[in-house]
């Protein structure tokens, strides 16, 4: 059983649009959620959340977290080419410090 | 600091050969994980040392496949003898007590 969905599997939009992306966990005790944008090589950090309903923002994008309904989602706004890639989502379990990582998000911005 | 540093950067390899993949955390993290990522599957965890220790190999495929942390500073994964489904990009990556995965840049292995 997946314990991180994400979706869309994948998401093809032109420069300037507003994207959405989401994900879903299911974790016996939750400390945090983590998104990773992923180019051509390793995976590089973009936020980490823990505490629902704060807006994490850098830029362009932005994340919320749902305790309640256990989700959280990634917004982009006004997008460019340079934001295609996989967004990946990853939950942490308190006494774990393992990170489980759902199958991502394929995002292509289209000029 | 250098990042995590992973070697080699890709790998070609007949099947039935040993592949050694090699990995060098962030100095002072103490979390190692060993990650193996398919068009397929995603991103999957193998194994994950805390301080040097193995805490969790369920994601370890089979007996095929093994991990070591001899110290601090240096792991490596071993597939022997490797199959061509052992085909991926392999991420080694290392965080500190609480905070971000710092991932390396992965070493691609391709088996024929």
């Known amino acids: 059983e997946d314990k991180v969905v994400q979706s869309p599997l994948s998401l093809v939009v032109h420069e300037g649009d507003t994207v959405t992306l989401n994900c879903s966990y299911e974790?016996?005790?939750?400390?945090?959620l983590l998104w990773y944008k992923q180019e051509k090589k390793a995976p590089t950090f973009l936020f980490m959340l823990?505490?629902?309903?704060i807006e994490k923002k850098s830029g362009r994008l932005s994340s919320i977290l749902d305790k309640k309904e256990l989700f959280s989602i990634l917004n982009i706004t006004a997008t460019q080419t340079g934001d295609s890639a996989i967004y990946l989502c990853?939950?942490?379990?308190?006494?774990?410090?393992?990170?489980?990582f759902g199958t991502g998000t394929r995002l292509t911005v289209i000029p | 600091d250098a990042g995590v540093i992973q070697s080699p950067r890709h790998e070609v390899t007949e099947m039935g050969q040993e592949v050694t993949l090699r990995c060098k955390p962030i100095?002072?993290?103490?979390?190692l994980f060993w990650y193996r990522q398919t068009m397929m599957r995603g991103l999957e965890l193998l194994i994950y040392?805390?301080?040097?220790?193995?805490?969790?190999d369920s994601g370890m495929p089979e007996d095929r496949f093994s991990a070591k942390m001899p110290n601090a500073s240096f792991s490596t994964l071993k597939i022997q003898p490797s199959e061509p489904r052992d085909s991926a990009v392999y991420f080694c990556?290392?965080?500190?007590?609480?905070?971000?995965?710092?991932f390396g840049e992965g070493s691609r292995l391709t088996v024929l």
């Open positions: 040392f805390n301080n040097n220790v193995p805490i969790d």
């Open positions: 990556a290392s965080r500190p007590e609480r905070g971000e995965l710092f």
């Open positions: 990853a939950v942490e379990e308190a006494g774990a410090n393992n990170l489980f």
């Open positions: 100095s002072g993290h103490n979390s």
């Open positions: 823990t505490s629902s309903g």
């Open positions: 974790v016996t005790n939750f400390r945090s």
